[in-house]
Structure formats: structure tokens, C-alpha cells
């Protein structure tokens, strides 16, 4: 099947990850097959809010998170991993109540990311800086983040959870709070679903085989489906450190990369991530291989008449 057609499926109620499991033969939700699901529903989360019981489930949820950061850190630089279309993270800085906090967010899919610029316009949240970009390769540089907290954005990536319970870890430098399915402390008929979807499970097991320090691992007050049970994890990296600034870097070769109005790059990688409609789009996927991008685009020195500067005698 196609987009076009997957779309239509997804419309009729289908489900879309089942339907890409099954054409692509694979018994996990691959970042690919994720990608294509999720960004096929894009909008769906902004509308939901129209729904009063459902907005009624975010503000609760969203306030218990911004109480959560008030416990953990009281950041004044936070990272939502997995944003989708910013309808949680716009309620949590509304809770939250200070101005003096840097904040972030990506998603591995475009549109969503393109949804929830809306929304955060919507909400006058004007500040908040988004990309696209993947859990597994994250594009900030080493303890960026005072905070980072998910929101069921690990939940589709079972089989890959140590992967990208390190790459949060990374970037976080006091406190990486999730709030995950979690499949140990579900229902039976909550882990059969769970298994069924190719859902993420053993948070706490892998963290803790990491060395990492659980210092909260229990179920979340706020959960809409009991059958997707919302689990909060926090994991205590360095209480103490110092205020984190967000540095982007090559999520390719790990290499600080500057802004451009035409992209992110990285002098040293020679890769070039594009900006699309506004949107940075930084997944390995999409840099490209520019070697003299630093030296000629960002320098200004790429008008035509130039050009014949770097052309070697006849």
C-alpha cells in the first residue's frame, strides 16, 4: 500500500502499524514503519482537544508533569523527546509558570512537528524551539538539557529501549523523567495489547543494567486507557549540575553545527541539515554531504560571479 492509501486505511479506523508490520514482514515497529503511522494521523491530537473530557485528561496530567518538574530539577532548560504536536508540553509550560525556561521539542515526523507549531502559536507558547529528529540519534550535544521528560513517545520502540534510554540520558543532566507504558506493572490483558503492539517494556530493567539511579519507578495518577497504562520512571543523573544550555550537534558524527537561514551545519562533519517550511530537519536521514557549505553558502561568498574564484586556471 502507499501513503495515499494507508491514509484511507487509517480514515476507515484501520489499524495503520499492524498493516506496515505485516507488509514489511517485520515483528517490531521499525523507525520507518513509526514514522509513516504516526505522521499519517498528524492533527488528530490537536483536534482531541476539542473533546472536554480529553482536554480535561491533559490539563490533569500536564500539571501533575509540571509538578513533577518543580520536584526534579526546577529546570530552567527542558527537553520534551518525542513531542508530537505539543498538546502536552504546551499545558505543562502553562502549569509550569516560568519565563526563564529555555524549552525544545522534536518528533520523528514532520507533520506533527508541523501541528504543533500551530498549536503552540495557538496556546501564544512563541518560544519553544522544534525540529524533527530521531530517539535514537539525538541532535544536542552531551547534558543539554537541565530536564528531559517523554510522554509515550518510547511506547511503539519495543526492542530498542537501551538505545534510546541512553540517548535521553546524554542529553539530560539532572533528571530524565518518562512517563511510558509500563508493561511489569500492568494488567494481563493490558501486556497482551501491549505485545500485540509491539510495545516498549522493561524500563526499569534496562536502566538499572545500565547503572543508571531509578529513583522513581510506580504507575501515574492520571491514565486515560487502563489498557495503556501510563508508568512514571525518573532517573536521577546530577541534582547539583549547573544550568544546561541546549548545543545542537550533528546527530551523524556528533560535531557542533551552526544555524543558517537555509540549515543546520556542521563545519567539521560537512553535513547540511534543511530547514523545511520553517521546520529544522534533523535526522541522519536528511543531511547531505556539503564540504564547501561553511566556506561559500554561510560565508557568502556562493554569489556567481565568485564562483569562477574557485575554478582552476585554463
Known amino acids: 500500500m502507499n501513503p495515499s492509501e494507508l491514509k484511507a486505511a487509517y480514515e476507515r479506523g484501520e489499524n495503520i502499524s499492524a498493516i506496515l ?8 515497529n521499525t523507525e520507518e514503519l513509526i514514522e509513516i503511522s504516526y505522521d499519517l494521523q498528524a492533527g488528530s491530537y490537536v483536534r482531541a482537544m476539542q473533546n472536554p473530557v ?19 530539577g526546577r529546570p530552567t532548560s527542558l527537553l520534551e523527546a518525542g513531542v508530537g504536536e505539543a498538546t502536552t508540553l ?18 520523528l515526523c514532520w507533520s506533527r512537528i508541523h501541528r504543533a507549531r500551530g498549536w503552540l502559536v495557538h496556546e501564544g507558547l512563541l518560544e519553544v524551539t522544534l525540529s524533527t529528529a530521531s530517539l535514537r540519534r539525538i541532535p544536542y550535544a552531551d547534558n543539554s538539557f537541565d530536564v528531559v521528560y517523554t510522554s509515550h513517545s518510547i511506547e511503539p520502540n519495543g526492542g530498542v529501549e537501551a538505545e534510546i534510554l541512553a540517548e535521553l ?7 530524565l523523567i518518562l512517563l511510558e507504558p509500563m508493561y ?17 517494556r522493561d524500563l526499569r530493567g534496562h536502566a538499572e543494567r545500565m547503572g543508571l539511579n531509578v529513583v522513581a519507578y510506580e504507575l501515574f495518577p492520571f491514565i486515560r486507557n487502563p489498557l495503556n497504562p501510563t508508568g512514571l520512571l525518573i532517573v536521577e543523573k546530577d541534582s547539583a549540575r549547573s544550568t544546561a544550555r541546549p548545543t545542537f550537534q550533528c546527530p551523524k558524527y556528533r560535531t557542533p553545527m551552526i544555524k543558517h537561514e ?32 561553511s566556506t561559500e553558502v554561510a560565508e557568502g561568498r556562493d554569489a556567481p560571479g565568485n564562483l569562477a574564484l574557485t575554478l582552476p586556471p585554463q
Open 21 to 28: 508490520r505485516k507488509s514489511f514482514g517485520s515483528l517490531i
Open 54 to 72: 480529553n482536554a480535561s485528561h491533559v490539563n490533569n496530567y500536564a500539571r501533575e508533569i509540571a509538578h513533577l518538574l518543580h520536584q526534579y
Open 90 to 107: 504546551a499545558r505543562v509550560l502553562q502549569s509550569y509558570g516560568s519565563d526563564q525556561i529555555e524549552v525544545h521539542g522534536f518528533d
Open 169 to 175: 540520558y546524554r542529553v539530560a543532566s539532572r533528571y
Open 184 to 200: 511489569e506493572l500492568a494488567t494481563l490483558e493490558a501486556q497482551a495489547r501491549m505485545a500485540q503492539h509491539g510495545y516498549c
Open 262 to 293: 537555509q540549515g543546520y551545519y556542521s563545519p567539521e562533519g560537512f553535513c547540511v541539515y534543511p530547514i523545511l517550511a520553517g521546520i529544522p530537519c534533523l535526522r541522519i536521514e536528511n543531511s547531505i554531504i556539503a564540504s564547501l557549505f
